[in-house]
Each structure stands twice: as C-alpha cells, then as structure tokens.
C-alpha cells in the first residue's frame, strides 16, 4: 500500500496538503504535512513529529524514485515524494532502512507535535509556511510543557532534504534566523537553547498559558500587497474558558496580534477549534463556542483594512454546531471554505467574471447570509436576473384568485435539472415553493424532467393537467386519470 510516511511502521495521522510552487512560474505541486510517531524503538514509546513532504512529477508512472527520501520504490501515479527539512532526530530503530535521521519540525522533539496546517504565501505565493502546537512534558531542562503554538517557514538550502530548511518564526524573532536543525547545547536548534527562545519562537500570547489547534492561511488586507501568513488559534484564557486569537507576520521575521491583541470570541464564553480564511483583502474567521448548554458555530470578518480593523460578526446568534457537523464529531474544526465562484443548488459551481470568492461553512443557509455580507444586494440581483431571463416564469408564479365554491388541488411541480433547479409549472401556493428532498439526489443524474414529490395527504386524487411538453412548448390538457410520467426522457429512480 503506498505511504507517505517517513516509516511505514510508525503512527501517522492528521494530514494537511496545499498546492503552490516555490518558484514563480512554476507548475504547483502538492506539499502535506502530517504528525508521526518517531524517536524510539517501539511505536508506543515515541512523541509525535511534524514532517514534510513535497511531491515531484516525474516523466511517467513506475518509474523508480532514485535518491528520494524517505523511499526510492517505483511510483504508482507520476510522482515522487521528498521529504523536507535538516535532519535533526534519531529514529531510534536499531536495523534498516529505518534507522535514520530524520527532518522533524519539532521545536522541542522530546514532546508531542500535533495538528498542524501548511499555506503557501509571499510575493506569488511561494514561501511554505507550516503551524502546529506542542503538548506533554518536556525532557531537556529548562523547556516548557504546557502546550504552545509554532510557525516555520521554508528556506532555500541545498545540503537539506528536499533543497530547504525550516526557519522557526514567532512572536520574538525579530531580526532573527532560528533554522531548525541540530545546533547548541541540546541539537535542536537555538529555539530548543533556553525558555526565553522557546517563548521567543512561539506564537501564544502568553507563553505559560495553554495555546492549542492553529490554523494558517495567506493573505493580506492591503490590495496589490504579497500575501502573508495568517495565524488563528484558541489559548487559555482562565476560569476553564479559551478565546480565540488572530496573528499574522509583520516584516517577514516575527508575528504580531492582530485586533489589538484582543480575542475576537467573547471572553465570557469557551471558545475552540478556529479557522480562517480570507475573501479578496478580507479575512474570515470561524470558530466554536459554548453558550450556555449549546454549542455554537460563529463567524465574523474584519472590516476597515489594515490601518483600524474592526471584527464583525457575520452570525452574531451562532450556529448549532449540529447543523454544520455530524453528532459524532463534535471537535471537528468549524471549518471555512474559500470557493472562487458560486454554487448552485446541485452543487456545480459557476464562474462569473470578477468573481471575488466567498468563505462558507457547509451550512447552506449560513452560506446565503455570508454571500450577502461579502456583496451586498446579490440575492437582490439574482431575483431581477430571474425575472429578465424567464419572464414566463413569473407569470406562471403570480397567485390566481380562488373562485368561490371551487376546491383548488394543486399540480405537480415540473422541474428540470440541467445544473440548477428551474420551476416550469406552478400556480402560485407558496407551501409548494419548497424543493423536494430528493431534488438534489436526482440532480447527480444526467438532465432530465421530472415531477416533484407532494405532501402525501394531497398525492392520491391529483389528475395530471400538464400544460408544458417536455420540450417547453404548450400542449392540450389531459383529460384525466392518474399521474403519469411524460413519454420518453429518464425517469427519477
């Protein structure tokens, strides 16, 4: 089976993969990075490492990965995988081809690094950066243990695994080159030397506070600027409460709080697993949040640029988080997705010209209220669009008056799904303006008609009064009987 890991018989999970090319002009490949088990004999007795791997396309398919590391085997799909980084940690298996060095990120490699999240960011958008936190107690001396965030970018380097290096970057690094490779007392780099350069090299807001589950992404507030790295994580706060905090990289050598060093969750409430994105020059953020006994999803974005940012929430009364994630998953990240275009109902996503993007969670509802956020008057703009595109349309919606005396049984709806979903026959009833539930599962099928489902109390005695031909001309009604599909074309399952 092939593995990305740097030992097939070690622990690996929690990847993260970003496309980019560290060159301009360059093709982008996939870079992921992952937590694994290493630094011992037995898989059980090990702290989880943070790795990196590139992968490079070759000529064609099974064709061997000569000189790649961690593995030269054949490749299955065209391309090679390269580990990246200086090798700093002994892997402590005793026979080969496992007992090697290996290029772990860790700032501290005798604690635990986990969850981390790779972008790709600068001029072009082609400086790595890589964040994750560290967690369980620290065996050289003088380290810390509680857990505390880390960032690092890579550098150009010859000599090292995949042609970089890893330079850590934090809140104190200004002026600053801290490489992750195997100097100073302890072989871990200067960052590993002492307390004052562990808290130097991290991004908590306060060092001895437990800061946890980073998440990282490129951007700038300022139009025409190189992007840069964007850093959103929750860290302790007191009272058992957490709060979410945002920082990016100013100067290219150190972070720094953005909000003025404020939390943008209320510090009233437990706030966890952040994410963040950016729409063009504006930054969203998502996040959970315990209010009372319910468990909230809660967006918001920052507006007035870089010069006097104010955060505003885009669901100032939060989300259930069981409408965004499974029950199963209760600390999954409130994820963002940043799609360029807009989806339709089936799905498909649709291009229009100057398309900025917008951030969504997989929440239909939320994403209508984000979209009108980021472009105000669009939902507006799409009635009007309707409107002038089928004026058929809305005369077949305008409500017919009822006649006194008369039972009115309502028609199926005709639908075609071609992409979107298009009404061909109503008249009116707004309980019936609903989509059906299998709308969306028919519209995996190729294009076809079919009729919409009603309530079941009204299914029995409805007689088919068809007036449009599946071709969208008008035709004679029906003179009776029951509901039959139109002849020819594919029928819902």
Not at 211 to 222: D, I, K, S
Request: glycine share 10%; net charge positive.
């Amino acid at each position: 089976m092939p593995s990305l890991n740097i030992h097939t018989d070690r622990t690996a999970e929690n990847p993260s993969v970003a496309g980019g090319a560290t060159t301009a002009g360059n093709d982008p490949v996939p870079w992921i990075v992952w937590e694994e088990n290493d630094g011992a004999a037995a898989d059980a007795d090990v702290s989880r490492q943070i790795f990196v791997a590139k992968g490079l396309k070759q000529p064609g398919a099974g064709t061997a990965c000569t000189g790649f590391k961690p593995s030269a085997a054949n490749n299955l799909n065209g391309f090679c995988w390269q580990q990246v980084g200086l090798d700093r940690l002994a892997s402590g298996q005793p026979t080969p081809p496992d007992d090697t060095i290996d290029p772990t990120l860790n700032i501290d490699p005798t604690r635990a690094g986990v969850e981390p999240d790779i972008a790709f960011t600068g001029k072009n958008d082609t400086v790595v950066w890589v964040v994750w936190y560290e967690e369980n107690d620290t065996k050289l001396t003088g380290l810390r243990s509680n857990q505390m965030v880390f960032a690092a970018k890579a550098v150009a380097n010859a000599t090292a695994d995949g042609g970089f290096q890893w330079v850590a970057v934090g809140n104190g690094t200004a002026g600053q080159s801290n490489v992750l490779d195997v100097s100073g007392a302890n072989h871990f780099g200067p960052c590993a030397e002492s307390q004052a350069n562990e808290d130097a090299c991290s991004l908590n807001k306060i060092a001895g506070r437990e800061a946890l589950n980073p998440r990282v992404a490129a951007g700038t507030m300022t139009a025409g600027q190189p992007t840069v790295p964007w850093v959103a994580w929750e860290e302790e706060f007191g009272g058992g409460r957490h709060v979410i905090y945002v920082s990016r990289l100013v100067g290219g050598d150190h972070f720094e709080l953005f909000n003025g060093g404020l939390a943008v969750s209320n510090a009233n409430n437990d706030a966890s697993r952040p994410d963040i994105t950016f729409a063009g020059n504006v930054p969203y953020i998502s996040w959970q949040e315990q209010v009372g006994t319910s468990l909230l999803t809660i967006v918001g974005h920052f507006e007035g640029g870089a010069a006097a940012p104010t955060f505003v929430l885009d669901t100032p009364d939060g989300v259930a988080a069981s409408r965004v994630h499974r029950r199963r998953q209760p600390a999954a990240h409130a994820d963002l997705v940043h799609v360029h275009g807009e989806p339709d109902q089936c799905g498909r996503l649709r291009l229009p010209g100057g398309a900025v993007g917008t951030p969504v969670l997989p929440l239909h509802g939320l994403r209508a209220r984000l979209e009108e956020a980021l472009r105000p008057g669009v939902r507006a703009e799409r009635r009007r669009d309707a409107r002038r595109d089928r004026p058929d349309l809305v005369e077949r919606n305008t409500p017919r008056r009822r006649q006194p005396g008369r039972l009115e049984r309502p028609r199926p709806l005709r639908l075609r799904c071609d992409g979107r979903i298009r009404l061909e026959q109503h008249d009116g009833d707004a309980r019936r303006q609903r989509r059906p539930d299998d709308v969306r599962r028919s519209c995996k099928r190729p294009p076809h008609w079919f009729d919409a489902p009603l309530p079941r109390r009204r299914r029995l005695r409805l007689r088919d009064r068809r007036r449009v031909r599946r071709d969208g001309h008008p035709r004679q009604p029906a003179t009776g009987g029951i509901d039959r599909p139109p002849r020819g074309g594919a029928q819902p399952p």
